[in-house]
């Protein structure tokens, strides 16, 4: 099973919108809908930003939003802030049982 | 409080095994699925496989397949994840996650251990 494809970095100015994609093939992200985004801080646990595709538990601002077209799931940041900067993960359903990693994009706040 | 909570950092040499476990409280421990995350300094998220304390089911992800083992003790509310034939490139922070249903599928990860750093050295 080989990662999802994300980009290494993706960079923005505070308040600005930034959109991270997340590639894989019709076996899994556009297979289902289960791809699920995550953050994380350096020496910390990942957090989950989005879940489903596209939905957002409670406790995740409403700058957080996810959405899929076809193979590829994304995941927009609006009104950057500061403590935003942190690597992203996708994680998507592969069938047969099986989840597969994003390679992880690395956020940074101009 | 819900919470899973994973044991210290191990060093071991190269060709030894470690276990490492993730104890869980604060929710029904046979209701969930746990997974298990591997992550190299410096890498990426890696998927490892899950366990299903309800009733022992496991799956393994192809790459750790032969070499990795998770168990569980349902009275004591804790999973286990063993490796072995351990080699440098396996030095990483592992992970543990709960995993939660929506409907009648297995979403995301909602909450997460603190991380076992597993340093391989001769």
């Known amino acids: 099973q080989s990662a999802l494809t994300q980009p290494a970095s993706v960079s923005g100015s505070p308040g600005q919108s930034i959109t991270i994609s997340c590639t894989g093939t019709s076996s899994d992200v556009g297979g289902y809908n289960l791809v699920s985004w995550y953050q994380q801080h350096p020496g910390k646990a990942p957090e989950v930003m989005i879940y489903?595709?596209?939905k957002r538990p409670s406790g995740v601002s409403d700058r957080f939003s996810g959405s899929k077209s076809d193979n590829t799931a994304s995941l927009t940041i609006s009104g950057l802030q500061a403590e935003d900067e942190a690597e992203y993960y996708c994680f998507s359903y592969a069938g047969s049982s099986s989840w597969v990693f994003g390679g992880g994009t690395k956020l940074t706040v101009l | 409080q819900v919470q899973l909570v994973q044991s210290g950092a191990e060093v071991r040499k190269p060709g030894a095994s470690v276990k490492v476990s993730c104890k869980a409280s604060g929710f029904t421990f046979n209701d969930y699925i746990i997974h298990w995350v591997r992550q190299a300094p410096g890498q990426s998220l890696e998927w490892m496989g899950w366990?299903?304390?309800?009733?022992?089911?496991?799956r393994y992800s192809q790459k750790f397949q032969g070499r990795v083992t998770f168990t569980r003790d349902t009275s004591a509310s804790a999973a286990y994840m063993e490796l072995s034939s351990l080699r440098s490139e396996d030095t990483a922070v592992f992970y543990c996650a709960r995993q939660f249903k929506t409907g009648t599928l297995w979403s995301a990860f909602d909450i997460w251990g603190q991380g076992t750093l597993v340093t391989v050295s001769s």
């Open positions: 366990i299903a304390p309800g009733d022992g089911a496991t």
């Open positions: 489903d595709d596209s």
